[in-house]
Every structure is written in C-alpha cells, then in structure tokens.
C-alpha cells in the first residue's frame, strides 16, 4: 500500500474544549486516531462526545506522540470502532519512532478485506434480489467496518426507501452532507423520472464504486470521506 502512494498525509482526531479525546482502558489512556474525517466524526456522533473533528499532519506525530506520552497516553488506536468492546492498541513509542505508517497498513488491510468479503456478500445477495439482506450487510459495513465511502450511503438511502423506512432514509441522506457535493442532491441523483432516469445511472455507479472502494474492481479517484 505504500508503495502504490495511496499512504495519507493527515490523521484525524477528536478535539474537545480541553484537549484531544483520549479513551481510558485498564487502567492507561488511549489515544485516538482515525485514518479519515468521517471516521472521527462517526466516533464523535456515535458517544456522543462534545467535540469536533481535527487533523495533522502525519509529518507532525512524532513531536506530538511525545508530548502525548508525556501527558499520560502510552498507547493509541487506529480507527478505534465506537460500537465494540474489543480494538487494538499500538505502543505511543512507535509513533515517537516514526512508525505510523506500520499501524496504518495493518488497520486499513483489515478494513478492505473484510469491506471485500462483505461486498461479495451483498452482491450475492443483490443477485438473488434480497434487497433488505443486502440493506443489512450495508448497516454492518457502515457501523463496523469502514463509512468512509458516500456510495455506501446512497445505497442505504435507496434500500431504507424501498422498505418504506423513511428515518433510515433521512439518515443516510444527511450523512451524505459530509462528502463531496455532487453527492448533497441525493433526491436528484437518484430520481426514477423519465426521461432521464438519474436513478438508475446513479444506482450503477454507486454499486461499481463502493466494490471498488473495497477492491474488489480498480477505478479511479475513488471518492472518500
């Protein structure tokens, strides 16, 4: 991954009144870390936290890690999933070291085959029209895997209205707000009015970009959040 240049340039924090978001566990304090703004939003949402989304640049962890040592944060996550118990730590010294980018493989390897294998599931599950299965797969992918893709939420929006589910819908459709604005319209993109029908060129290109978001086909400048 790092050899293909796809390595980032910033990582994203949660910054409240006092300082950063850090997570006590047995007994030392997590520092937290996401590999994408929507990540730390999604954590910040999720708890419930006072708090906004920050960045630095990857360049800068070094220096900071040490004040974050310092101040108590032996360790920190990556992407530290809000809806589970169990994540995985890296020792604070690593990023002193320089050797951020070791913890950023692991993390997104893991994300991207295991987004790949729920991907196939969903189109197994398109194929054979179980569209509220898919819907699921989906809620497991957003919720647990990765939400850094806008095509994911535009196909939850499409399934959550064809079950009627128009919360869900609304949801979908204002998380949207977070990515690039071609995607704010969702009501437009996805309209099954003639003669046009946006909907089902968006549907198309929803379903090709979010496999290949995941890697299951190659296309270019994948939109991310």
């Not at 996550?77 to 890296?90: D, E, G, H, K, Y």
């Not at 990023?95 to 295991?114: K, N, S, T, V």
């Amino acid at each position: 991954m790092l050899k293909s240049g796809s390595a980032p340039e910033w990582v994203f924090v949660c910054k409240a009144v006092n300082g950063l978001v850090t997570l006590p566990d047995d007994g030392k304090q997590v520092m937290l870390l996401f590999t994408a703004p929507s990540a730390a939003k999604d954590y910040i949402d999720c708890v419930k936290l006072h708090a906004q989304v920050g960045q630095l640049k990857v360049d800068a962890l070094p220096e900071s890690a040490r004040k974050w040592l310092a101040a108590g944060a032996a360790v920190f996550a990556l992407n530290r999933c809000p809806r589970c118990s169990a994540f995985t730590t890296f020792a604070m010294e690593s990023l002193i070291q320089g050797h951020y980018f070791d913890a950023w493989a692991l993390i997104r390897a893991l994300q991207w085959l295991r987004g790949e294998a729920s991907m196939q599931e969903y189109m197994g599950l398109s194929s054979r029209k179980s569209l509220q299965q898919g819907r699921a797969v989906l809620e497991q992918i957003r919720d647990h895997i990765d939400a850094g893709s806008p095509y994911l939420f535009e196909l939850i929006a499409f399934l959550a209205g064809t079950a009627g589910d128009d919360a869900a819908k609304a949801a979908a459709i204002a998380r949207l707000k977070q990515f690039d604005r071609k995607f704010h319209d969702w009501e437009s993109r996805w309209s099954p009015a003639l003669p046009d029908r946006p909907f089902a060129r968006a549907l198309a290109e929803a379903t090709v970009g979010l496999n290949a978001y995941f890697g299951n086909l190659q296309t270019p400048n994948q939109p991310q959040g």
